[in-house]
């Protein structure tokens, strides 16, 4: 098996070029290139490492034809087009919680240096000048710091904004009340917020119901000489308003980690009175860098050698445990899904995947995407496991999972009903023991077959001298059969018939196996 090809194109802890070698990849370290650059290389690799430089737009993923997984080390994913990602079928992960301590801290450090005016006092007095008289700071014991976003680093930042002696209020749609009791933190509206906190620290995600969060209106209500840090993400603060506000002494200081555009060369901000800032290092100490490092070079070597999924953003999880076991499921599950999209015609409105027996008991959300990929493979080449479900969503099915806790004749099923303008369609197939992926009825008639390669799909009238007939149309035309399959409803009724061959049927035999006498149904089929 040729390895796997990684690109690492920001800088990161050489941890994660170790790992991917460990783990069975080939890995090229290349930073800083342009976005030109990088589309012209994208196309050898299957991963891609990143942190927030590399921006990986639609014109990179169409490239990217090799691509599989991009993975961000770090939280912040607003530099990738998951959506545009997941139509190609590209997964996208992260590391969510390896800089959150650190990142945490770093908003600890902005808020004690605003309050103290840390930086513009170390300028001055290396300057020599000794301005012992011109700082006058603040304590934060006893103060009231306004969370906005109480999620992984802003729980944390609360915790230890707790053991300042701080009165920590939260605004954050998301917190339940039992959380917000958890964490220690007084749930409020963000109105109250901005009336109450003497610091304000931002932890969301930039969203289309974040950005701007702290508009010129809500900066205005803010409290008079609130301090304001943002570690979270540039978008989220109205710059300018925040710059006139500082000029104004309405907000008496304010510490950003994150621009709106970064790198931020310049910025109306730069200079005004008591701000301080620091270049998107809320994540940059050794220990996150390290843990993201090594956590998303797992995570990606996981799911490019083994196809183990986990912290995806675009799909479910599947640990590196449970891949092998499901992967004969799998098989099963897109056969079955090729199958039914190949033999049932017309507008699908809804298809249900059941799992019974041993399959029951599996992780259904990878059994569906593989069943939905077989299903989709027919409208697109490039369609996977990861970009099948927001195609069908696309398309408008309706898609269903169901578990049974019956026992059935099998000891393990998957049966695959699509919804068609003639009815219902079904096929189901079992595992042989635990590894070979079986067909076993196709439309309510028992049959037992391998779904592989190039097959003909036949129903017929049951009736004698027929399967000599196929037999010799297929050889007078040189296509030698591999494997041959009989079921039928009942004796004398409708016979199906489903046989491999080594090569593709031509349009023109299938045309004379449709003549023969009693035939109702020629389908070519391929896997
Ligand atoms: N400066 C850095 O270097 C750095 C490092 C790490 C993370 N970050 C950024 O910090 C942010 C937070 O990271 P996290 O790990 O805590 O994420 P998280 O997902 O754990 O928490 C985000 C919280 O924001 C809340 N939220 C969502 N929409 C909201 C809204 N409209 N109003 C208020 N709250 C809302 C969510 O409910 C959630 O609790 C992310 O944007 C991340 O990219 C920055
Ligand atoms: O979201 C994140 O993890 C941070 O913004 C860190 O970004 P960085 O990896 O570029 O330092």
Known sequence: MTKPKVLISDKMDPNAARIFEERGCDVDVITGETP?????????????????????????????TNLKVVGRAGIGVDNVDISYASGKGVVVMNTPFGNSITTAEHAIAMMFALARQIPEANTRTQQGEWPKNAFMGVEVTGKTLGLIGAGNIG??????????????VAFDPFLTPDRAVEIGVEKVTL??????????????????????????????????????????????????????????????????DVFESEPAKESPL????????????????????????????????????????????????????????????MKLAESLGSLVGQLAHGNLTQISIEREGSAADLNGKPITGA?????????????????????A???????????????????????????TEQGDRSVAG?????????????????????????????????????????GTLLGENGINIGT????????????????????????????????????????????
């Open 36 to 64: 030109e650059q990088l589309i012209a290389r994208i196309g050898d690799y299957d991963g891609l490492a990143i942190r927030s430089s590399t921006k990986v737009t639609a014109a990179i993923l169409d490239a990217a």
């Open 155 to 168: 729980s944390i930042v609360a915790a230890r904004a707790l053991g300042l002696k701080m009165k920590v």
């Open 191 to 256: 109105d109250e917020l901005l009336a109450r906190a003497d610091f304000i620290t931002l932890h969301t995600p930039l969203t289309d119901e974040t950005r701007n969060i702290l508009s010129a209106e809500n900066l205005a209500k803010a409290k008079p000489g609130v301090r304001i840090v943002n570690c979270a993400r540039g978008g989220l603060i109205d710059e300018a308003a925040l710059a006139e506000l500082l000029e104004s002494g309405h907000i008496a200081g304010a510490a950003l």
């Open 270 to 329: 730069f200079g005004k009175p008591n701000f301080i800032c620091t270049p998107h290092l809320g994540a940059s100490t050794t220990e996150a860098q390290v843990n993201v490092a090594l956590q998303v070079a797992e995570q990606m070597a996981d799911y490019l050698v083994n196809g183990g999924v986990s912290n995806a953003l675009n799909m479910p999880s599947l640990s590196a445990e449970e891949a092998p076991k499901l992967r004969p499921y």
């Open 371 to 391: 069943v939905l990929a077989g299903l989709m493979r027919q409208y697109s080449d490039t369609v996977n496991m990861v970009n099948a479900p927001y195609l």
């Open 393 to 419: 969503k696309e398309r408008g099915l309706d898609v269903r999972e169901i578990r049974h806790d019956r026992e059935g004749v099998y000891h393990t099923l998957l049966r695959v009903t699509v919804g």
């Open 430 to 470: 079992t595992l042989f023991g635990s590894e070979a992926p079986r067909l076993v009825e196709i439309f309510g008639v028992g049959i037992e077959a391998e779904l592989e390669g190039n097959m003909l799909y036949i129903v017929n009238e049951d009736a004698p001298g027929f399967i000599g007939r196929i």
């Open 484 to 527: 041959f399959h009989l079921g039928r409803r009942d004796a004398g009724g409708e016979a199906v018939l489903l046989l491999s061959v080594d090569m593709p049927i031509p349009a023109d035999v299938v045309a004379k196996a449709s003549a023969l006498e009693g035939v109702k149904v020629v389908t070519p089929l391929a896997f």
